[in-house]
């Protein structure tokens, strides 16, 4: 085989210094062994890598969490659940957003914050909440909102009645059900 002038001489030569001098030649072998280990390494296995997915189209339900007592902080916790368990079922992002306040006017940003973020549905928890979230959803026209443990009159106000027993684990289980097949079937 006869290789190009350009590559031809380089390879006579590397292969002459070769020849003579065995330690040239495996230290050669070495250091081309260390490079390709190392390439090897570095490089890994691309069919490997897990690859991100693209969730920016996906809908996006969004909970405001508020101050609450003891059976709001239940019916928040079923709620998240319920949120994350909409999330694995594909096609959904669940988030979560403080509200520190259950005061209309105070709570307005946050929920427009929520708006900001391109929420489609707005989850909110409790009685305290119902005055914010109507609120809210007179201040934004295409906004969908959904209130878990109250009832509105307000037309884009959904509301899921809370478990008879919230304390119970099985209603926590129940509520997180409804909360989820409410986002899944809204998407």
Request: charged share 20%; proline share 7%.
């Amino acid at each position: 085989m006869r290789l190009p002038a350009l590559t031809a001489r380089p390879v006579h030569r590397v292969t002459g210094l070769v020849r003579g001098h065995p330690v040239v030649a495996a230290t050669a072998a070495v250091a081309l062994l260390a490079a390709l280990t190392l390439t090897v390494l570095i490089g890994g296995d691309r069919s490997a890598r897990p690859e991100a997915a693209n969730v920016s189209r996906n809908f996006r339900a969004c909970l405001l969490v508020s101050p609450a007592g003891a059976t709001d902080a239940r019916l928040s916790q079923a709620s998240w659940q319920g949120m994350q368990d909409a999330a694995r079922s594909g096609g959904v992002n669940a988030e979560r957003f403080p509200a520190p306040t259950i005061d209309a006017k105070a709570a307005l940003p946050y929920f427009n914050g929520a708006v900001q973020h391109h929420c489609e549905l707005i989850v909110t928890v409790g009685t305290g909440m119902k005055p914010a979230t109507e609120a809210a959803a007179r201040a934004n026209p295409h906004q969908q909102f959904v209130i878990i443990g109250a009832t509105s009159a307000h037309p884009r106000v959904a509301a899921i009645a809370a478990p008879a027993e919230p304390e119970k684990e099985e209603a926590g289980k129940e509520l997180a059900d409804k909360v989820s097949t409410f986002i899944t079937t809204r998407r």
